[in-house]
Structures are given as C-alpha cells and as structure tokens.
C-alpha cells in the first residue's frame, strides 16, 4: 500500500502562484508513477499534470501546460505541483495519485485526500 498526503492548497488571487506538496509513504520502494487531478463542485475528476518515476517524462492538461509543473524528489519520497499565473478556474480539490505502471495517464491505483485551491478573480 502506498500512502499520499496533500498540502499547500489555499486561497489566493488571480494571477498568484502556489505550490502542492504530496508526501508518499508505505511501499514506496517500487518505480511510482506520481500524479495530480482535480475535482471542481459539479464537475468530474480531471488529469491535472503527471511524471514518470525518474522524471525524465511529463504530461500536462492543456488547461495547465505552460503555467503549472509537476516535479519530484525521489529522495525524500515528495512530488509537487508549482501552479503559476492562476486563474479562477483553476478553483479545486487537487488529488495526487500515485501508480506503479508507467501510465501517466493512468488509472492510478492510489490517492490522496485532497486539498483545496480557490482563485477569486
């Protein structure tokens, strides 16, 4: 089993930046392809950015592509999510996921419990 906890989320403006942080505990030993969706109200689960086990390889949504990036430290067991120049709608639960293929698109077998991110306009 593979734990993911999520921090970082909060509220912040139009245009500001944030960092999310996902700490990955229990079986980590194995390759772990690492994650991050998002879940605005009434909307469905969306792919969010993804990176292959020595990062060498990433995916983003188009939404995202150019203003957030997804890295990890193997080293410390850690994966985050810069998000720069955020807008409104990039309003949230961000997830991360973790999964032991090399699907960054998953499905991901593994998840977080989310933290929330508001941009007001």
């Known amino acids: 089993q593979v734990q993911l906890v999520e921090s970082g989320g909060g509220l912040v403006q139009a245009g500001d930046s944030l960092r999310l942080s996902c700490a990955a505990s229990?079986?980590?030993?194995?390759?772990?392809?690492m994650g991050w969706f998002r879940q605005a109200p009434g909307k469905e689960r969306e792919f969010v950015a993804a990176?292959?086990?020595?990062?060498?390889?990433?995916n983003y949504a188009a939404s995202v592509k150019g203003r957030f990036t997804i890295t990890r430290d193997n080293t410390k067991n850690m994966v985050y999510l810069q998000m720069d120049s955020l807008k409104p709608e990039d309003s949230a639960v961000y997830y991360c996921?973790?999964?032991?293929?090399?699907?960054?698109?998953?499905?991901?077998?593994?998840w977080g419990q989310g933290t929330q991110v508001t941009v007001s306009s």
């Open positions: 996921a973790a999964d032991r293929s090399s699907r960054l698109l998953g499905p991901y077998d593994y």
């Open positions: 229990g079986r980590t030993v194995s390759p772990l392809t």
């Open positions: 990176i292959s086990w020595l990062g060498g390889t990433t």
